[in-house]
């Protein structure tokens, strides 16, 4: 408020940029300390993300993943709501889509079948994300710690299931017995060899698809459908919202659940796309990578598209550091997402003064 | 009957040492949720604390200098958050998340940097390590029906970072009721104006309250590394500093209760482990997943409101903004 | 402490004034707050400062406290230059503030809330104990009785406030400044704080008394100095003036006394309102048998000080609480405690509101204007939705056509609602509840924070909609809205009916004791007749 107002390309453009400079430069001061050459391994990393036969397969598969995730945190946000239970809820999502397939994948269509297993994924994560929705809205427990306790909870429903009564026979790791053949999304490069194009085998399968389309739809039930505008009348203000005739509670939940809904549409990736069958831990930290993507995409599916990208190329060349260094490895990209939550999340205005000094000083 | 009288406590042994982490973060997350500043950094603090316990004891052979270091890398991460959510009104949850998520990658990516041991620290001897402290006649106490074995169980032998994590219940009870910090502090997290208006710094106070936070969960984490365990393994922490979180609500942000919920929470623990692989009567297995999982459960359903009520701080999570 | 006394408006006298401020400027952005600003107040008088809302008196206490420091100019007190960069050194300088919203801890005790910050050094439970010897001392010299171990969050507003006072002698005040203190308490509880300023003169307390009430300055205080946009426009002795003169220095013109109101022909009855009760947070009842009816083409006037259950009534009326007991009829639908209605609900029975709140309830800030403007009408401004979708285009158009009919500036649906002027943003919410022609207007403080040009737009327009056939309520804390538009008044005190009277038997002193809660039937004699 001290001046008017900085044009709009610096404030969603600029800011966000300045932030996710400073978090890089944070980590190549570390990693100078650590004796190795920052600018080498950023090398290392783009070409492992882009370059190298097949890279990008595995970037947009990674990519998959922090969409779904991003776009959930995005539209619990809409409504104020902080959700940092996406792990949780991908979990459910997981089991929800692995049950589903488990129990048809011998009697139905393999195209029936997975189409269950992503409504049940839906479903399932849409679940573990009402319930403390409705934790919020009609007993009044602050849905971040909520979240907090209903992803431990899932991965220990997750631990007791994979390695109870649903470990496959004869096994010793506690996963699921493996779907029936075909029960899975189409990968990529299958699809492309269907048309005629060769592809090197990725991971990347149809729900990369999907989740394109899941943000063209969180956009349109955002900015152009009548629940978004209740749910963003809601975030900004509770008491608009009743004035206007809707029920808060009732928003809190629909949005939590939609949420989480898309959170567990992330197993598609990981379980209908990829593994073909339920694994422990398949979520992997996505689902908290899903805060980073939604604060650094500003809570807005196109912004959400480019800030899971820029993930998905840290997750795939953090991998190649393991190969081509000795002391770095892929945790360095959780390092790094660490420092890009850090500065584009709680730091966000640290920049914003200065930034607008320069401004002013240039506008003169 | 002696049997089953020293298994309980046996187990009530080790939900002392199960319990002095979490009573530590406790602890340290009383005086920064007291002060108005959520923090769920307590997981990352400790862990990091682990980190600089673990390696600077095999460096240089001492776990005091190792301790020192936990408090020193702990301390340096809660100043972290208190430049983002103090002096910069950034938002606390993403700011502890951030703390958290920081410190799984550096831990690794320094120890490996360092003792390329892909990332754990060197094992420590056990001159490196705080040590159990034997009492006096602990041994000779068995004589003494029922308590002799107590004495010599639960009493005895322990290391000095849990009876400094005891201390500290008191400790944080006489700073926050008995003192002008305490009262100062515990209004900064009802009503950070009165404090303003009173001429007494707001940030000050919350800078304090988040350095204490640091120091507690720096001993937290130098006893995982350096007393309870022989060295970091990497993310040691497991989950601990949210349980903690947890148990700091269960005691409705007050020292006394935290301490029983973490005795509580730590007990569950210990039983879980000592259950392991027993076969219950009527129930088969004993589900040792479902046991380690009820201090989340019971934790929502006291936010719930179906037991009690917890009442955190009017402030809290609110950064201090003079209105214009 | 100097011990002269001395009226002085002009700071002519030689004795050291407790407060000189010379030339103090202060500015937010492009807000010039305080503009060249001078003050002398002398000490061991009561001073005012008067002025609108926005005036800059705020801003120039604010300054005084510390709170933020001037751009430039220089405060002296008690003849000591004082650099007053923070509320320690306003402390420590002898200066206390009562603020318009309390600064004590709720669940805190009186005798902790008073010592934060001057607790001694040492054992707390010693420094509360010194504290408390001290501070009966200073109770008792200054008739300040309270129960020093009662949690503040338990005591009414009226000893909440006397806590703050405390507070501040505790802390070796020998100048109080009060910022707007009667806005939350009854009659009463006002006449108590005016015996209890006069008492703090007697002793030589200096006070400085901030507020927009014409009747608070004349009662009490012994000089005044008025603000307008952020200058000082006059500084006067209270015995030399008089509120019609006040007033117009405060708005720099003469006062607007009545809009264009005629009377109307009432029609037939619209609502009706059959001893509705709502349970109370902390009082036993927040509203206790309120019964009223309301025919098409009046204007309702419900007069009270804020805080008196009016805020309540309108939410019952809205839907937005459910009644406790009681019948509310609309049109031909009854509303009980067992069948309630929702706010969309009654919205559809031809009944629309404009909240006493615009920023937190009536607008949804963030938005663009066109957003805002279909605010609770999602579903019914034509073609604003399809189905489940939005339709950018009609909701602008719809907006532009509003904001052309209120000229509404900048007439742009596409800026930001938090952008527009205050009396811009409560004529798009007027608009946008007077576009769906309703049967019965809502209406909670219409002009709060609104310019004089756009208060008397609005005031005309809602003449406008009840001669046109609606039937409207309106809340409002400012008895002149009342008094000039209502065709009939009910006074509300505590919840309660203290009666209804029809606009030619209303004045201001009727309605006053009214407030102040005493029946219209327990009236004096005397009120009855007109003056």
Known sequence: MSRQPVPRWIDIGLLPLVNLLAAFAVAAIIIAVIGENPLQAMGVMIKGAFVYKGALGYTLYYTTNFIFTGLAVAVAFHARLFNIGGEGQAMMGGLGAGLTVLACDQILPAGLAVMLGIFAAALFGAFWGFVPGWLQARRGSHIVITTIMFNFIAASVMVWLLAGMLMAPNQMSPETRSFAEHVSLPKIHELAAGFGFEMVRTPLNLSFVIALAACIGVWVLIWRTRLGYIIRATGHSERAAVYAGHNPAHIIMIAMAISGALAGLMALNEILGVQERVILNFTAGYGFTGIAVALMGRNHPIGIVFASLLFGALYQGGAELDFEFQTITREMVLMIQGLIILFSGALAYLFKPAVERVWFRLKQ | MADIWLQFLLTVDATLRVATPLILCAMAGLFSEKSGIIDISLEGKMLMAAFAAGGIAAVSGSAWLGLAAAVLASVLFSLIHGLACITHKGNQVISGLAINILASGLTVTLGIAAFAKGGQTPLLAKSERFSAITLPFADVATVIPLFGPFYKEVISGHNLLVWLALFTVWLSWFVIFRTRFGLRLRAVGEKPEAVDTAGVSVDGLRYRAVIIAGIFCGIAGAYLSVAHGAGFVREMTAGKGYIALAALIFGNWRPVPALMACLMFGFLDALAARLQGVELPYLGQTPTDLILVLPYVLTVVLLAGFIGRATPPAAIGTPYIKER | ?531
């Open chain 3, 1 to 531: 402490m100097s011990k002269k006394h001395s009226i002085s408006a002009g700071g002519a006298d030689t004795a050291a004034p407790a407060i000189k401020l010379t030339a103090i400027d202060k500015s937010f952005g492009t807000v010039h707050a305080n503009q060249n600003v001078d003050l002398h107040v002398a000490s061991g008088t009561v001073h005012g400062v008067i002025g609108e809302n926005g005036a800059g008196k705020s801003t120039l206490v604010s300054i005084l406290y510390g709170f933020y420091s001037a751009d430039s100019g220089q405060i002296d007190i008690f003849g000591q230059p004082a650099d007053i960069r923070s509320t320690a050194d306003a402390i420590a300088a002898g200066i206390g503030m009562v603020h318009q919203h309390f600064m004590l801890v709720p669940n805190f005790t009186v005798l902790e809330n008073i010592i934060i910050g001057h607790e001694g050094s040492g054992s707390l439970l010693d420094g509360i104990k010194a504290a408390e010897d001290k501070l009966r001392t200073i109770a008792d010299h200054y008739g300040l009785q309270v129960d020093l171990h009662a949690r503040v969050g338990d005591l009414p507003v009226g000893l909440q406030q006397r806590v703050e006072i405390l507070k501040a002698l505790y802390r070796g005040a020998r100048i109080l400044i009060l910022d707007e203190p009667t806005g939350v308490l009854t009659p009463q509880e006002a006449e108590q704080l005016f015996s209890i300023l006069d008492s703090l003169r007697v002793q030589g307390v200096t006070v400085l008394l901030i507020t927009h009430k014409l009747r608070e300055i004349m009662a009490v205080t012994d000089t005044v100095s008025v603000m307008r946009a952020g200058q000082m426009v006059a500084h006067l002795k209270t015995a030399d003036t008089n509120p019609a003169d006040l007033a117009q220095l405060m708005i720099g013109r003469p006062v607007l006394l009545s809009v264009g109101y005629t009377k109307a022909q009432t029609g037939d009855v619209v609502l009706s309102a059959d001893r509705l009760c709502l349970h109370g947070n902390t009082a036993e009842y927040a509203l206790r048998d309120i019964s009223f009816d309301l025919y098409r083409r009046e204007i309702f006037g419900i007069a009270g000080v804020s805080g008196n259950g009016q805020s309540e009534l309108l939410d019952i009326l809205a839907g937005i609480r459910e009644l406790s007991a009681g019948r509310l009829k609309i049109g031909m639908t009854e509303i009980t405690p067992q069948a309630p209605l929702s706010p969309s609900q009654i919205k559809a029975l031809g009944v629309a509101h404009i909240p006493e709140d615009r920023h937190a309830a009536g607008l949804v800030l963030p938005f663009s204007a066109g957003e805002s403007a279909i605010l609770g009408y999602e579903k019914d401004i034509a073609a604003a939705c399809r189905g489940w979708f939005l339709q950018p285009r009609t909701i602008r158009a719809h907006c532009a056509g509003l904001m052309q009919a209120f000229d509404v500036r900048p007439a742009d649906p596409d800026l930001r609602t938090s952008l527009f002027s205050g009396g811009n943003q409560q004529k798009l919410v007027v608009a946008r509840e007077m576009s769906s022609a309703p049967d019965i207007l809502l209406v909670g403080q219409p002009t709060r924070g609104v310019d004089i040009g756009a208060i008397e737009f609005i005031h005309n327009q809602l003449l406008r909609l009840r001669d046109a056939g609606s039937a409207i309520i309106l809340v409002s804390v400012e008895l002149d809205e009342i008094l000039n538009l209502s065709d009939r008044i009910m006074v509300v005190n505590a919840g309660r009916n203290m009666g209804i009277i029809d606009r030619s038997a209303a004045d201001a002193q009727k309605i006053g004791l009214m407030m102040a809660g005493v029946p219209v039937d327990e009236l004096p004699a005397a009120c009855g007749d007109r003056p």
